[in-house]
T-cell receptor, first 115, second 112 residues
Framework: ETGVTQSPTHLIKTRGQQVTLRCSSQ?????VSWYQQALGQGPQFIFQ???????GRGNFPPRFSGLQFPNYSSELNVNALELDDSALYLC??????????????FGEGSRLTVL | KNEVEQSPQNLTAQEGEFITINCSYS?????LHWLQQHPGGGIVSLFM???GKKKHGRLIATINIQEKHSSLHITASHPRDSAVYIC??????????????FGKGTKLSVKP
C-alpha cells in the first residue's frame, strides 16, 4: 500500500454536472499529478501541482481544474461533465528534490461514470 | 513530443516462463518508468531508470538510451504476475517526472 488515498472510489454523474475528486498524498510528498485513463487506454496526464501551484498541464480543457492544499493533498474538479469524461482518474504523489521528482506513488483511482 | 510504443499488446504465458515486454520512445529522456496495473485499476511503480539495468526480485528492467528502448523481463513467471504493464516517459528531456506520456500497456496473463 502506497499511502496515497483517493475518494470517492466510484461515482456516477449526469452530463452537465460538476464533480470533485480528492487525493491525499503520501507523507512527505509535495507534488501531486493527476491522470485520466479511459477504458482500454493508457493514462493521460491532466496536470501536476507542486507546493500549491500548477506545474505543468496536459491537453485538457479549462473545465478540468485543480487545487493543492498546504498539507499537499489535492482536488481535481471537472465542470460541465461530458460522456467522454467517463474514466478512471488516478493521482500520484512524489517528492521533488533538487528539481527532479522521484518515484511516483499512485492511488487506487476514482472511477467516474457520466450518463 | 515523445511517442511511446509497447509490444506486445497482449501476452499469454505458462507459469515459469521467461517474459519480455518492450518499450520504444521517440525523444530523448532523463528517466523511464515501468508500472504495473491490476484489474482493480491501482497502479504500482515497478522501476524508474535512466541508464543500464535494475533488478527487483524476479523483475529486471533495462534501458538503452541511445536506441531509445527499454525492456521489462519477468523470470519464472507466476499467475500473480498477471496484470497490465505500462511504460511511461516524460514528453521531453528534463520534463518533470509526473508529466508523463504512457504506453497503451501490455496485458500479461500467466496460466498455471
Amino acid at each position: 500500500e502506497t499511502g496515497v488515498t483517493q475518494s470517492p472510489t466510484h461515482l456516477i454523474k449526469t452530463r452537465g454536472q460538476q464533480v470533485t475528486l480528492r487525493c491525499s498524498s503520501q507523507s512527505g510528498h509535495n507534488t501531486v499529478s493527476w491522470y485520466q485513463q479511459a477504458l482500454g487506454q493508457g493514462p493521460q496526464f491532466i496536470f501536476q501541482y507542486y507546493r500549491e501551484e500548477e506545474n505543468g498541464r496536459g491537453n485538457f480543457p479549462p473545465r478540468f481544474s485543480g487545487l493543492q492544499f498546504p498539507n499537499y493533498s489535492s482536488e481535481l474538479n471537472v465542470n460541465a461533465l461530458e460522456l467522454d469524461d467517463s474514466a478512471l482518474y488516478l493521482c500520484a504523489s512524489s517528492s521533488r528534490l533538487g528539481g527532479d521528482t522521484g518515484e511516483l506513488f499512485f492511488g487506487e483511482g476514482s472511477r467516474l461514470t457520466v450518463l | 513530443k515523445n511517442e511511446v510504443e509497447q509490444s506486445p499488446q497482449n501476452l499469454t504465458a505458462q507459469e515459469g516462463e521467461f517474459i519480455t515486454i518492450n518499450c520504444s520512445y521517440s525523444v530523448g529522456i532523463s528517466a523511464l518508468h515501468w508500472l504495473q496495473q491490476h484489474p482493480g485499476g491501482g497502479i504500482v511503480s515497478l522501476f524508474m531508470l535512466s541508464s543500464g539495468k535494475k533488478k527487483h526480485g524476479r523483475l529486471i528492467a533495462t534501458i538503452n538510451i541511445q536506441e531509445k528502448h527499454s525492456s521489462l523481463h519477468i523470470t519464472a513467471s507466476h499467475p500473480r504476475d498477471s496484470a497490465v504493464y505500462i511504460c511511461a516517459v516524460p514528453p521531453f528531456y528534463g520534463g518533470s517526472q509526473g508529466n508523463l506520456i504512457f504506453g497503451k500497456g501490455t496485458k500479461l496473463s500467466v496460466k498455471p
